[in-house]
C-alpha cells in the first residue's frame, strides 16, 4: 500500500498554522458531542492518521444526499474533500468520464484494497435483471458487489441506501433494493434521511477517520450519536404538546404561535433523527421551526405510513425512555398503524384531561 | 450510412464510435455514443437514458395534498421544483387560490432554487470542461488579480495574495499525488483554452461557490425547514408569520427569520453579479472560436413562462412562455398544456411500450401511458447486461420523447431567454446586450444574440443572466413581501378545501413551472380524493429523449453533431456541450406505468 499522508501533514502543507489546526479539532470535537479532553485525542489522530480514499457510488437515487453533503458548515466540504478524505470516485464531482472514470475504481480498489471507504448513495434495483439502472453499460449492482468486495467499511447515505426510500415505496417497479441487503458481509454504517443532514454525514466521516473505528450503531446499523432519540423529545415545541397546545390548522392562532404539529401529522414522536438538535443548514431552523410536521423521512418504509397530514394513533407499548434499540425489537419490520408511541398516549390523555375530542 | 431527420439534421453513423459512460458530473445517470468521422467530427450522437425509478404509479391512489413530497423526490438537485409544480397541479384541480404571501414566498423559494442550482452547475458540475485546476499552477497570482479586477472590480476577493494562497493550497494537494476528484481528468488535453491566470481564477471562485451554494440554500431552511428537499404545503406554505404578537419568537417567520432572508437575498445578488456572471463571460470569451453546440436552440425552443409579478395574470411573468419554430423569432407560438394536440410524448425509442400496436403514437399526459420494456436492438454490440455499443434503430433509453405539436424542441435557460429576448423583455433585453458588449470586447468579435446565444456557450451564459435575474426578482418579491404584511396581511395558507370532502368526485389540473433546467409540467387526475393518474413532463426529457417515430432527434443529439473533437480518446467536448444543457437523469426517467398494480393503502385515520 502507498505511504498515506496525515491529516495534519496535508492540512500544513495546504498552508492550515498549528493554531488554526487546533481550532479545527476543538470545533470536530463539538461537532461531535465529545467534551473538551477529546481534543487532544483527535489532534494526535488526525497527526497520525492516513488520508482514506473514498469511492462514492451512485445507484437509483435524487442526488439529494450529495447536494446535502455539500452544504455542511463544519468542516466545510471543501476541507473534507481537499484535505480529509481523498474523494476518489463520485460521479456527481468527478472530472473524468466514462472508461477513465471506470479505471479510477479499478486502481483504487487494487492499491488500496481493504483501506477504502465504499459510500453509497441511492440503491440497486433487482428487476430488469439490474438493468434500471445502467453504469458503463452493466447493471449498478454489479458495480457496487465488485467496490464493496475490499472495502473497509460501507456507508449507506440517505433512506434511499439504507432502506430504499421513495423508489421501493409500494409497490416498488424496480425491486429498487437497500444496500445491505445486496452485500452481507461488510460493516454497513446506515446515515438514513432524505436527505440526511449535512453535519451528520461529515460528522460520521469524521468519527470514522478520527477515531479510526465505526461509530457506536443502533440494532438497525444507525449511529447512536446522531439516530438514538426522537425529534420529538428534543423539540423545542414540545412544551406545549404537554399543555395541550396544538396547531389544529395550518395558519390558524396556533400555527403563529409555533404550538405542537401533533395534530396536523407530525411524525416527530415516532422519527429518529438530530433534527431538533443538529438542525438543518448550519442549525439554521428544521422542518417543525419552520411550521410543517415532521414526515418522518430517516424511518423506514416512511412513505407506506400513511399521509403526511394523518395524526399518529394506536397508541401502546414501551415508555418515556424506550431506547431506538427497543423500538427496533418491537416495531423491525412493522409499518403502518401500529406503531407504538408513548407521545400520543400523553396527547390522548391530555385531551381526555381537557374533555377535548382528539 | 446517411440519413436526413426531419428536423434538418444530418446524421452519419459509419464512422468510429466513441462510447462515454458513465457520463459524470449530472444528476442521475446517462450514456452517450458517438460517430466520429475521419476528421474527429461528430456526424452521429445517441443519448441513452440510464436509469428509471418508476414515481407516478407510487403515486397511484395516494393523498394529493401528499403527492408533493413524493415527486420532490424526483430530484434532489433541482429540489422543491417538482414539489411547486405538484402543489400547482392540486391546486389547479381543486381550483384553490393560495394567499398572496404564500404566493410571494413560493416564488422566492423557486429563484433561490434556481439561483443554486445554477451557481452550482456552473462552478461544480460544468467549469472543468472549460477550466484545466492543473494549468492553474502556473499562474502569476498577480496576473490573476490584475484580470480579476479588471472583469469584476467590485468583488473583494481580488488581491495577488488571496489568490496565491488557494495557488499554494491546490499546489500542496496536487503534489501529494492524492488528485480526488481531478484524478485522470483531461489535464493534457489541448482542448482546455484558458490561460493559467484564468484557470486559477475560476478555480479560487469554483471554491468561493461552495462555500457560498451553503448560504443561499438558508432562505429555503427558514420557509421550508430543510435544504434539500424543503417542505410545501396545498393551499400556501407552512411557515405562518407572525409579526408582533405572543410567541412570534417561536413563529416560523418573524422579523428576525425575514431579516435573514433579506440578507442571503442580498449576499446572492452580489455574487452573481460580481462573480458568477463576469466569470462565464470572461471564460467564454477565451473560447470564442468555439461556437458549437448550439443544436435545436438555433430553431426550436419552449416554455411555458414563470414568474408572474401578478398572482392571477400570466401575462404578467417575468419570463414569458411560448414556442419558437424553425428559428423564426418574431413568430411566438402560445403554449396550451390543456390541448390534447400540444405536449405528447413518444416512445417509438423508448424502454416501455403503449401496447396495442401504438408504438408510433404521442399521448398527451392526461392520457399517458408508460408500461417499461427493456429490449435491445438487433444491432446491439454485447449482451443484455454488458452493453459495449447501442442500436439506436431500436429502443435505446429510459427516457421519452416529448413533442409539441410534433415537433422536437429545447428547453431550459437559454430557451427562456431567447423567448424573452425575442419578445423584449426589458431586462433579458439589456442583459443580454450588455454581457454580449463585455464578451466582444474582451473577445474582439462582433457577435450578435442570434449568434452567439444558440451555442454552448449561450446555454451557459443564458443559465448565468438568468440566475441574477432570479437574485434580481427575489430582491422584487421580498419588498412586495414586506409592503404586504405591512398592509395587515398575514395570511399563508388557504385551508377551506383541506377536507377531501369538499373536492368534487373528479378533477383534473396541471401545475407548470419554469425549472432551472427548463419547462416543467405534472398533469394530475383525481378521483374520490384520490390520485387517479399522475404524470410529469420534465426538461431533461425534452432535452435528452431519443429519437421519435418520423425520425426526429431531440437536443442532446442535436447540439453535438458537427462538433470537432481535439482527440476522441479524451470526451471534453462532449461532455462541455451535454453539461452546458445540466443534465438530470432522475427527473427525465421517473416515469412508469399507470397500469401497475394497485397500491396497498396504509393510512393511518
Known sequence: MAALETFYEVMRRQGITRRSFVKYCSLTAAALGLGPEFIPQIAHAMETKPRTPVLWLHGLECTCCSESFIRSAHPLVKDVVLSMISLDYDDTLMASAGHQAEAILDEVMEKYRGNYILAVEGNPPLNEDGMYCIIGGRPFVDQLKRVAKDAKAIISWGSCASYGCVQAAAPNPTAATPVHKVVLDKPIIKVPGCPPIAEVMTGVITYMLTFDRIPELDRQGRPKMFYSQRIHDKCYRRPHFD???????????????????????????????????????????????????????????????????????????????????????????????GLAVHAAISALKRARYKGDDV | MTVQTPNGFTLDNSGRRIVVDPLTRIEGHMRCEVNVDADNVIRNAVSTGTMWRGLEVILKGRDPRDAWAFVERICGVCTGCHALASVRAVEDALDIRIPYNAFLIRQIMAKVLAWHDHVVHFYHLHALDWVNPVNALKADPRATSALQQSISPNHPLSSPGYFRDVQNRLKKFVESGQLGIFKNGYWDSAAYLLPPEADLMAVTHYLEALDFQKEIVKIHTIFGGKNPHPNYLVGGV???????????????????????????????????????VPDVIAIGSFYKNWLYGGGLSATNVLDYGDYPTSQDDKSSDRLPGGVILDGK??????????????????????????????????????????????ELGAGTKGTRTNIEEIDENAKYSWVKSPRWRGNACEVGPLSRYILAYAKNVPYVKAQVDDALDQFNHLAGTSLTARQALPTTIGRTLARALEAHYCAQMMVDDYDALIANIRNGDLATANVAKWDPATWPKEAKGVGLVAAPRGGLGHWIKIRDGRIENYQCVVPSTW???????????????ASLLGTPMVNPEQPVEILRTLHSFDPCMACATHVMSPDGAELARVTIR
Open chain 1, 243 to 337: 399543555a395541550g397546545q396544538y396547531v389544529e390548522a395550518f395558519d390558524d392562532e396556533g400555527a403563529r404561535k409555533g404550538y405542537c404539529l401533533y395534530k396536523v401529522g407530525c411524525k416527530g414522536p415516532t422519527t429518529y433523527n438530530a433534527c431538533s438538535t443538529t438542525r438543518w443548514n448550519d442549525g439554521v431552523s428544521f422542518p417543525i421551526q419552520s411550521g410543517h410536521g415532521c414526515i418522518g423521512c430517516s424511518e423506514d418504509g416512511f412513505w407506506d405510513k400513511g399521509s403526511w397530514y394523518a395524526r399518529l394513533k394506536d397508541v401502546s407499548g414501551f415508555g418515556i425512555e424506550a431506547s431506538a434499540d427497543r423500538i427496533g425489537m418491537t416495531a423491525a419490520g412493522v409499518v403502518g398503524a
Open chain 2, 238 to 276: 407552512p411557515c405562518a408569520i407572525n409579526m408582533e404578537g405572543d410567541m412570534a419568537a417561536g413563529a416560523p417567520l418573524n422579523m428576525e427569520r425575514l431579516n435573514f432572508v433579506k440578507q442571503k437575498i442580498d449576499e446572492a445578488f452580489e455574487f452573481s453579479k460580481n462573480v458568477y
Open chain 2, 329 to 374: 423569432w418574431e413568430e411566438i407560438l402560445p403554449v396550451d398544456p390543456r390541448n390534447p394536440e400540444e405536449v405528447q410524448e413518444f416512445v417509438t425509442h423508448s424502454w416501455y411500450t403503449y401496447g396495442g400496436g401504438r408504438e408510433d403514437i404521442g399521448l398527451h399526459p392526461w392520457d399517458g401511458v408508460t408500461d417499461s420494456h427493456f
Open chain 2, 543 to 557: 432535452n435528452s429523449g431519443p429519437r421519435d417515430a418520423k425520425g426526429n432527434i431531440g437536443a442532446f443529439e
